[in-house]
Protein backbone atom coordinates (compact mmCIF):
# COMPACT_ATOMS: atom_id res chain seq x y z
CA UNK A 1 0.00 0.00 0.00
CA UNK A 2 1.41 3.65 -0.69
CA UNK A 3 0.04 6.72 0.38
CA UNK A 4 -0.14 10.45 -1.04
CA UNK A 5 0.67 13.18 1.30
CA UNK A 6 -0.53 16.59 0.27
CA UNK A 7 0.25 19.49 2.51
CA UNK A 8 0.04 23.27 1.18
CA UNK A 9 1.92 26.30 2.73
CA UNK A 10 -0.70 29.08 2.77
CA UNK A 11 1.39 32.34 3.49
CA UNK A 12 1.41 36.42 2.66
CA UNK A 13 3.64 38.59 4.13
CA UNK A 14 3.21 41.81 5.60
CA UNK A 15 5.19 44.06 2.89
CA UNK A 16 6.48 47.29 3.80
CA UNK A 17 6.85 50.23 1.21
CA UNK A 18 9.45 51.21 -1.18
CA UNK A 19 12.85 52.52 0.61
CA UNK A 20 12.10 55.91 -1.55
CA UNK A 21 8.11 56.33 -0.14
CA UNK A 22 9.39 55.33 3.94
CA UNK A 23 10.26 58.76 6.13
CA UNK A 24 10.92 57.77 9.79
CA UNK A 25 12.26 60.99 10.23
CA UNK A 26 9.51 62.77 12.62
CA UNK A 27 8.38 58.78 13.91
CA UNK A 28 9.07 58.91 17.93
CA UNK A 29 6.67 55.79 18.63
CA UNK A 30 5.79 52.35 17.61
CA UNK A 31 2.48 52.88 16.93
CA UNK A 32 4.60 56.15 14.33
CA UNK A 33 6.87 53.76 12.91
CA UNK A 34 4.24 51.00 12.02
CA UNK A 35 2.20 53.27 10.29
CA UNK A 36 5.22 54.73 8.07
CA UNK A 37 6.70 51.33 6.75
CA UNK A 38 3.81 48.82 6.32
CA UNK A 39 2.21 48.95 3.25
CA UNK A 40 -1.37 47.36 4.37
CA UNK A 41 -3.06 49.07 1.63
CA UNK A 42 -1.18 46.84 -0.88
CA UNK A 43 -1.31 43.72 1.70
CA UNK A 44 -4.82 44.01 1.86
CA UNK A 45 -5.26 44.21 -1.56
CA UNK A 46 -3.22 41.37 -2.39
CA UNK A 47 -5.15 39.30 0.03
CA UNK A 48 -8.20 40.59 -1.29
CA UNK A 49 -7.14 39.08 -4.94
CA UNK A 50 -5.39 36.05 -3.74
CA UNK A 51 -8.77 35.15 -1.68
CA UNK A 52 -10.92 35.45 -4.66
CA UNK A 53 -8.21 33.79 -7.18
CA UNK A 54 -7.10 31.19 -4.94
CA UNK A 55 -8.33 30.91 -1.34
CA UNK A 56 -12.41 30.62 -2.04
CA UNK A 57 -11.92 28.14 -4.79
CA UNK A 58 -9.24 26.04 -3.57
CA UNK A 59 -10.79 25.77 -0.26
CA UNK A 60 -14.27 24.80 -1.83
CA UNK A 61 -12.90 22.46 -4.00
CA UNK A 62 -11.05 20.60 -1.00
CA UNK A 63 -14.26 20.75 1.09
CA UNK A 64 -16.24 19.28 -1.60
CA UNK A 65 -13.58 16.48 -2.04
CA UNK A 66 -13.57 15.70 1.64
CA UNK A 67 -17.59 15.54 1.68
CA UNK A 68 -17.58 13.44 -1.08
CA UNK A 69 -15.57 10.32 0.09
CA UNK A 70 -16.50 11.17 3.89
CA UNK A 71 -18.56 7.98 3.86
CA UNK A 72 -15.66 6.05 2.08
CA UNK A 73 -12.99 3.74 3.10
CA UNK A 74 -10.10 5.60 1.76
CA UNK A 75 -10.87 9.50 2.40
CA UNK A 76 -9.65 12.31 0.84
CA UNK A 77 -7.30 14.05 3.51
CA UNK A 78 -5.13 16.95 3.17
CA UNK A 79 -2.50 19.33 5.29
CA UNK A 80 -1.67 23.01 6.01
CA UNK A 81 0.44 25.08 7.29
CA UNK A 82 -0.70 28.71 8.32
CA UNK A 83 1.56 31.53 9.77
CA UNK A 84 0.26 33.32 12.53
CA UNK A 85 0.98 36.36 10.84
CA UNK A 86 -1.47 35.18 7.92
CA UNK A 87 -3.83 33.99 10.42
CA UNK A 88 -3.75 37.67 11.60
CA UNK A 89 -4.06 39.64 8.28
CA UNK A 90 -7.40 36.86 7.32
CA UNK A 91 -8.27 38.64 10.96
CA UNK A 92 -8.07 42.09 9.61
CA UNK A 93 -8.84 41.99 6.24
CA UNK A 94 -10.66 38.99 5.19
CA UNK A 95 -12.27 36.71 7.95
CA UNK A 96 -14.76 34.70 5.79
CA UNK A 97 -11.26 33.17 4.12
CA UNK A 98 -10.23 32.27 7.68
CA UNK A 99 -13.32 30.82 8.02
CA UNK A 100 -13.34 27.98 5.37
CA UNK A 101 -10.07 27.33 7.00
CA UNK A 102 -12.13 26.55 10.64
CA UNK A 103 -14.13 24.57 8.67
CA UNK A 104 -11.56 22.26 6.79
CA UNK A 105 -10.25 22.03 10.40
CA UNK A 106 -13.20 20.51 11.63
CA UNK A 107 -13.95 17.56 8.46
CA UNK A 108 -11.72 15.29 10.49
CA UNK A 109 -9.39 15.02 7.31
CA UNK A 110 -7.29 17.84 7.23
CA UNK A 111 -4.06 18.02 9.42
CA UNK A 112 -2.80 21.67 10.23
CA UNK A 113 1.17 21.52 11.44
CA UNK A 114 3.29 23.95 13.13
CA UNK A 115 5.55 26.43 11.42
CA UNK A 116 7.55 29.94 12.62
CA UNK A 117 4.26 32.68 13.59
CA UNK A 118 5.79 35.33 11.46
CA UNK A 119 8.15 32.70 8.95
CA UNK A 120 10.83 33.69 9.36
CA UNK A 121 14.56 32.61 9.70
CA UNK A 122 15.03 32.37 13.04
CA UNK A 123 16.08 28.81 13.51
CA UNK A 124 19.90 30.18 12.30
CA UNK A 125 19.88 32.01 15.31
CA UNK A 126 21.64 30.25 18.56
CA UNK A 127 23.51 27.40 19.01
CA UNK A 128 22.94 23.66 19.02
CA UNK A 129 19.24 23.32 20.13
CA UNK A 130 19.24 26.53 21.73
CA UNK A 131 17.63 28.66 19.58
CA UNK A 132 15.38 30.75 21.89
CA UNK A 133 13.91 33.27 19.23
CA UNK A 134 13.06 29.94 16.99
CA UNK A 135 11.18 28.15 19.87
CA UNK A 136 9.32 31.03 20.88
CA UNK A 137 7.62 32.04 17.42
CA UNK A 138 7.00 28.31 17.32
CA UNK A 139 5.16 28.41 20.43
CA UNK A 140 3.23 31.47 19.68
CA UNK A 141 2.44 29.90 16.23
CA UNK A 142 1.05 26.80 17.61
CA UNK A 143 -1.00 28.60 20.47
CA UNK A 144 -2.83 30.67 17.71
CA UNK A 145 -3.53 27.36 15.62
CA UNK A 146 -4.93 25.94 18.98
CA UNK A 147 -7.05 28.87 19.30
CA UNK A 148 -8.57 30.00 15.85
CA UNK A 149 -8.27 26.02 14.58
CA UNK A 150 -8.86 24.11 17.88
CA UNK A 151 -6.54 22.07 16.71
CA UNK A 152 -2.82 21.32 18.24
CA UNK A 153 -0.23 20.61 15.63
CA UNK A 154 1.82 16.83 15.76
CA UNK A 155 4.44 18.06 13.01
CA UNK A 156 6.56 21.10 11.94
CA UNK A 157 7.24 22.45 8.88
CA UNK A 158 9.90 24.92 8.75
CA UNK A 159 10.26 28.36 6.62
CA UNK A 160 10.24 27.15 3.34
CA UNK A 161 11.19 23.74 4.26
CA UNK A 162 14.83 25.34 5.44
CA UNK A 163 16.43 22.03 7.14
CA UNK A 164 19.80 20.99 8.75
CA UNK A 165 20.47 18.40 11.62
CA UNK A 166 20.25 21.06 14.19
CA UNK A 167 17.53 22.44 13.80
CA UNK A 168 15.73 18.91 13.23
CA UNK A 169 17.05 18.35 16.71
CA UNK A 170 15.34 21.79 17.94
CA UNK A 171 12.26 20.87 16.52
CA UNK A 172 12.31 17.18 18.42
CA UNK A 173 13.31 18.52 21.49
CA UNK A 174 10.06 21.09 21.03
CA UNK A 175 7.81 17.67 21.38
CA UNK A 176 6.85 17.35 17.57
CA UNK A 177 7.18 13.85 15.84
CA UNK A 178 7.91 14.88 12.50
CA UNK A 179 9.44 17.13 10.50
CA UNK A 180 9.19 18.40 6.60
CA UNK A 181 12.10 18.22 4.39
CA UNK A 182 13.20 19.04 0.63
CA UNK A 183 14.18 15.81 -1.29
CA UNK A 184 16.64 16.76 -2.75
CA UNK A 185 19.32 13.89 -4.27
CA UNK A 186 22.46 14.84 -2.82
CA UNK A 187 20.99 13.92 0.97
CA UNK A 188 20.11 10.68 -0.72
CA UNK A 189 22.97 9.14 -1.12
CA UNK A 190 21.92 8.35 -4.76
CA UNK A 191 20.56 5.16 -3.61
CA UNK A 192 17.36 6.10 -0.96
CA UNK A 193 14.30 7.01 -1.83
CA UNK A 194 12.03 10.30 -0.71
CA UNK A 195 9.49 7.87 -0.99
CA UNK A 196 10.20 6.58 2.64
CA UNK A 197 10.36 8.20 6.31
CA UNK A 198 13.79 9.01 7.68
CA UNK A 199 15.35 10.52 10.58
CA UNK A 200 18.38 12.70 11.24
CA UNK A 201 21.50 11.34 13.36
CA UNK A 202 21.28 11.51 17.02
CA UNK A 203 17.48 11.80 16.74
CA UNK A 204 14.09 10.12 16.72
CA UNK A 205 11.72 12.68 14.70
CA UNK A 206 10.76 11.12 11.53
CA UNK A 207 11.78 13.76 8.25
CA UNK A 208 8.86 13.32 5.65
CA UNK A 209 10.79 14.30 2.46
CA UNK A 210 9.19 16.23 -0.39
CA UNK A 211 9.18 14.18 -3.99
CA UNK A 212 10.29 17.45 -5.73
CA UNK A 213 9.72 16.00 -9.24
CA UNK A 214 5.96 15.36 -8.89
CA UNK A 215 4.92 17.97 -6.66
CA UNK A 216 6.84 20.26 -9.38
CA UNK A 217 4.87 18.87 -12.35
CA UNK A 218 1.68 20.12 -10.84
CA UNK A 219 2.95 23.65 -8.97
CA UNK A 220 5.23 24.72 -11.18
CA UNK A 221 4.93 22.30 -15.38
CA UNK A 222 1.07 22.16 -15.19
CA UNK A 223 0.64 24.87 -17.44
CA UNK A 224 3.84 24.91 -19.52
CA UNK A 225 3.44 24.21 -23.00
CA UNK A 226 7.14 23.06 -23.22
CA UNK A 227 6.72 19.87 -20.48
CA UNK A 228 7.24 17.09 -22.64
CA UNK A 229 4.11 15.68 -20.80
CA UNK A 230 1.79 18.43 -21.29
CA UNK A 231 -0.88 18.79 -20.84
CA UNK A 232 -1.02 17.49 -17.52
CA UNK A 233 -4.82 15.32 -16.38
CA UNK A 234 -5.52 14.11 -13.43
CA UNK A 235 -5.57 10.63 -14.81
CA UNK A 236 -2.28 10.96 -16.30
CA UNK A 237 -0.88 12.28 -13.38
CA UNK A 238 -2.43 9.54 -10.94
CA UNK A 239 -0.47 7.02 -13.16
CA UNK A 240 2.29 8.78 -12.18
CA UNK A 241 1.67 8.34 -8.46
CA UNK A 242 0.88 4.85 -8.61
CA UNK A 243 3.92 3.86 -10.45
CA UNK A 244 5.89 4.80 -7.12
CA UNK A 245 7.69 2.20 -5.51
CA UNK A 246 7.72 3.91 -1.59
CA UNK A 247 5.69 3.71 1.09
CA UNK A 248 4.94 7.40 1.08
CA UNK A 249 4.52 10.01 -1.76
CA UNK A 250 4.79 13.38 -0.55
CA UNK A 251 3.48 16.52 -2.42
CA UNK A 252 4.07 19.22 -0.66
CA UNK A 253 3.65 23.12 -2.91
CA UNK A 254 2.30 26.33 -2.17
CA UNK A 255 -1.29 26.63 -1.78
CA UNK A 256 -1.42 29.87 -3.89
CA UNK A 257 -0.74 26.83 -6.70
CA UNK A 258 -4.41 26.80 -7.47
CA UNK A 259 -5.82 30.01 -9.14
CA UNK A 260 -2.77 32.00 -8.36
CA UNK A 261 0.04 30.84 -10.04
CA UNK A 262 -1.52 28.34 -12.03
CA UNK A 263 -4.45 30.84 -13.48
CA UNK A 264 -8.29 28.74 -13.49
CA UNK A 265 -8.15 29.26 -17.13
CA UNK A 266 -5.27 26.53 -17.37
CA UNK A 267 -7.65 24.12 -15.93
CA UNK A 268 -6.39 23.70 -12.53
CA UNK A 269 -9.26 23.42 -10.86
CA UNK A 270 -10.91 21.05 -12.82
CA UNK A 271 -7.65 18.88 -12.43
CA UNK A 272 -7.94 19.59 -8.45
CA UNK A 273 -11.43 18.41 -8.17
CA UNK A 274 -10.62 15.27 -10.46
CA UNK A 275 -7.36 14.13 -8.62
CA UNK A 276 -8.84 12.46 -5.22
CA UNK A 277 -11.14 9.90 -7.69
CA UNK A 278 -8.09 9.15 -10.17
CA UNK A 279 -5.85 8.56 -7.27
CA UNK A 280 -8.11 6.93 -4.99
CA UNK A 281 -9.53 4.48 -8.09
CA UNK A 282 -6.12 2.44 -7.17
CA UNK A 283 -6.63 -0.05 -5.30
CA UNK A 284 -2.99 0.45 -3.77
CA UNK A 285 -2.72 4.03 -3.22
CA UNK A 286 -4.48 6.32 -0.58
CA UNK A 287 -4.36 9.97 1.06
CA UNK A 288 -3.13 10.32 4.58
CA UNK A 289 -2.15 13.55 6.51
CA UNK A 290 1.77 13.62 7.81
CA UNK A 291 1.52 12.30 11.56
CA UNK A 292 -1.09 9.43 9.92
CA UNK A 293 1.96 8.55 7.26
CA UNK A 294 4.48 9.21 10.33
CA UNK A 295 2.26 6.61 12.37
CA UNK A 296 1.78 4.17 9.43
CA UNK A 297 5.19 3.44 8.28
CA UNK A 298 8.61 2.55 9.82
CA UNK A 299 11.74 4.69 9.58
CA UNK A 300 13.72 3.18 6.89
CA UNK A 301 17.47 4.93 7.48
CA UNK A 302 19.36 8.02 8.25
CA UNK A 303 19.61 11.06 6.22
CA UNK A 304 22.40 14.39 7.54
CA UNK A 305 22.69 17.41 6.27
CA UNK A 306 25.05 20.01 8.10
CA UNK A 307 24.72 23.63 9.43
CA UNK A 308 27.31 24.49 6.54
CA UNK A 309 24.57 22.97 3.89
CA UNK A 310 20.90 23.50 4.88
CA UNK A 311 18.58 22.79 1.97
CA UNK A 312 15.23 24.19 1.38
CA UNK A 313 12.87 24.39 -1.33
CA UNK A 314 13.72 27.38 -3.16
CA UNK A 315 15.20 27.74 -6.63
CA UNK A 316 17.24 25.54 -8.30
CA UNK A 317 19.99 25.08 -6.18
CA UNK A 318 17.60 24.20 -3.20
CA UNK A 319 19.82 25.92 -0.24
CA UNK A 320 19.46 29.46 1.80
CA UNK A 321 20.64 31.71 -1.38
CA UNK A 322 17.15 32.51 -2.07
CA UNK A 323 17.41 34.56 1.45
CA UNK A 324 21.39 35.20 2.36
CA UNK A 325 22.98 34.72 -0.59
CA UNK A 326 24.40 38.37 -1.22
CA UNK A 327 25.58 40.66 0.52
CA UNK A 328 22.70 43.22 0.90
CA UNK A 329 20.96 39.93 2.74
CA UNK A 330 23.48 38.77 4.59
CA UNK A 331 23.55 43.02 6.35
CA UNK A 332 19.60 42.61 6.88
CA UNK A 333 20.10 39.52 8.41
CA UNK A 334 23.06 40.38 10.71
CA UNK A 335 21.09 44.06 11.56
CA UNK A 336 18.01 41.82 12.53
CA UNK A 337 19.75 39.51 14.68
CA UNK A 338 21.77 42.89 16.48
CA UNK A 339 18.49 45.13 16.65
CA UNK A 340 16.35 42.32 18.54
CA UNK A 341 18.75 42.50 21.18
CA UNK A 342 17.97 45.91 21.89
CA UNK A 343 14.17 45.31 20.91
CA UNK A 344 13.69 42.52 23.55
CA UNK A 345 15.29 44.94 26.19
CA UNK A 346 12.58 47.02 25.86
CA UNK A 347 9.73 44.66 27.14
CA UNK A 348 7.40 46.78 24.34
CA UNK A 349 5.05 44.58 23.20
CA UNK A 350 4.72 46.43 19.86
CA UNK A 351 8.52 47.30 19.29
CA UNK A 352 9.04 43.41 19.50
CA UNK A 353 6.07 42.73 16.90
CA UNK A 354 7.23 45.13 14.63
CA UNK A 355 10.60 43.43 14.88
CA UNK A 356 9.40 40.40 14.15
CA UNK A 357 7.29 41.06 11.50
CA UNK A 358 10.52 42.23 9.26
CA UNK A 359 12.29 39.01 10.01
CA UNK A 360 9.21 37.44 7.12
CA UNK A 361 11.36 35.62 4.57
CA UNK A 362 10.15 37.42 2.02
CA UNK A 363 11.90 41.03 2.69
CA UNK A 364 15.32 39.31 2.39
CA UNK A 365 14.29 37.16 -0.64
CA UNK A 366 12.71 40.35 -2.41
CA UNK A 367 16.89 41.54 -2.06
CA UNK A 368 17.93 38.36 -4.04
CA UNK A 369 20.23 39.48 -7.07
CA UNK A 370 20.92 36.30 -8.61
CA UNK A 371 18.74 35.93 -11.31
CA UNK A 372 17.03 39.35 -11.28
CA UNK A 373 18.62 40.05 -14.76
CA UNK A 374 16.91 36.87 -15.91
CA UNK A 375 13.24 38.41 -14.81
CA UNK A 376 12.58 35.27 -13.38
CA UNK A 377 10.34 33.66 -10.24
CA UNK A 378 12.05 36.34 -8.00
CA UNK A 379 10.71 39.54 -9.71
CA UNK A 380 7.47 37.46 -10.16
CA UNK A 381 6.63 37.44 -6.62
CA UNK A 382 8.20 40.84 -5.56
CA UNK A 383 5.82 43.99 -4.96
CA UNK A 384 9.39 46.11 -5.67
CA UNK A 385 11.03 47.48 -8.95
CA UNK A 386 14.39 46.31 -7.67
CA UNK A 387 16.45 44.42 -4.61
CA UNK A 388 17.85 47.83 -3.73
CA UNK A 389 14.54 49.69 -2.94
CA UNK A 390 13.52 46.69 -0.70
CA UNK A 391 17.11 46.57 0.86
CA UNK A 392 16.67 50.63 1.02
CA UNK A 393 13.34 49.99 3.07
CA UNK A 394 14.47 47.66 5.01
CA UNK A 395 17.59 49.58 6.77
CA UNK A 396 15.15 52.64 7.00
CA UNK A 397 12.85 50.37 8.85
CA UNK A 398 15.64 48.73 11.23
CA UNK A 399 17.42 51.79 11.78
CA UNK A 400 14.38 53.77 13.07
CA UNK A 401 13.38 50.59 15.00
CA UNK A 402 17.02 50.85 16.52
CA UNK A 403 16.70 54.39 17.83
CA UNK A 404 12.91 54.23 19.43
CA UNK A 405 14.32 50.72 21.15
CA UNK A 406 16.88 53.25 23.08
CA UNK A 407 14.47 55.90 23.40
CA UNK A 408 12.40 53.63 24.98
CA UNK A 409 14.71 52.20 27.38
CA UNK A 410 16.21 55.79 28.69
CA UNK A 411 12.45 56.47 29.19
CA UNK A 412 12.33 53.65 31.14
CA UNK A 413 15.44 53.99 33.64
CA UNK A 414 14.85 55.37 36.86
CA UNK A 415 15.79 59.05 37.98
CA UNK A 416 18.53 58.92 40.59
CA UNK A 417 17.55 60.15 43.78
CA UNK A 418 20.81 62.35 44.43
CA UNK A 419 21.55 64.97 41.74
CA UNK A 420 24.72 64.50 39.85
CA UNK A 421 26.15 66.74 37.19
CA UNK A 422 24.30 66.49 33.89
CA UNK A 423 26.64 65.34 31.38
CA UNK A 424 25.76 66.04 27.38
CA UNK A 425 24.79 62.60 25.94
CA UNK A 426 25.41 62.53 22.03
CA UNK A 427 22.16 62.23 19.76
CA UNK A 428 22.00 59.01 18.23
CA UNK A 429 20.43 59.77 14.75
CA UNK A 430 17.91 57.43 12.50
CA UNK A 431 20.60 58.03 9.15
CA UNK A 432 22.49 54.68 8.53
CA UNK A 433 25.24 54.78 5.85
CA UNK A 434 25.92 51.66 3.81
CA UNK A 435 27.53 50.21 1.19
CA UNK A 436 26.24 47.38 -1.37
CA UNK A 437 28.45 45.32 -3.39
CA UNK A 438 27.12 43.53 -7.04
CA UNK A 439 26.35 40.01 -6.63
Given at each position: MSSVCFYFQVHQPRRINAGHNINTRDCKTPEELERAIFNDKKNKEVLKKVSEKCYYPANQTMLEQIDLYKSQKKKFKISYSLPGLFIESLERFDKNVLETFVQLAKTGCVEFLNETYYHSLSAFWGKDTQRPEF?????????????????????????????????????????????????????????????????????????????????????????????????????????????????????????????????????????????????????????????????????????????????????????????????????????????????????????LNIWRTLQTSDHLYYCCTKHWADGDVHKYFSPYDSPQESFEGMIKALAQLKVIARNTQNSTIPKETTEKPKLEQPQETHTVRYETQRC
Amino acid sequence: MSSVCFYFQVHQPRRINAGHNINTRDCKTPEELERAIFNDKKNKEVLKKVSEKCYYPANQTMLEQIDLYKSQKKKFKISYSLPGLFIESLERFDKNVLETFVQLAKTGCVEFLNETYYHSLSAFWGKDTQRPEFAEQAKLNHQKIKEILGVEPKVFRNTELLYNDRIAETVEKMGYIGMLAEGIEWILEGWKSPEHIYHPPNSNLAILLRHYSLSDDMSYRFSARWFQHWPVTAEKYSSWVAACQGETINLFMDYETFGEHQWHDTGIFNFLKQLPYEILKWDHVEFLTPSETIQKYPIRGTISVNEFSTISWADVERDTSAWLGNNMQRLLFSELERVGHIVKETNNQHLLNIWRTLQTSDHLYYCCTKHWADGDVHKYFSPYDSPQESFEGMIKALAQLKVIARNTQNSTIPKETTEKPKLEQPQETHTVRYETQRC
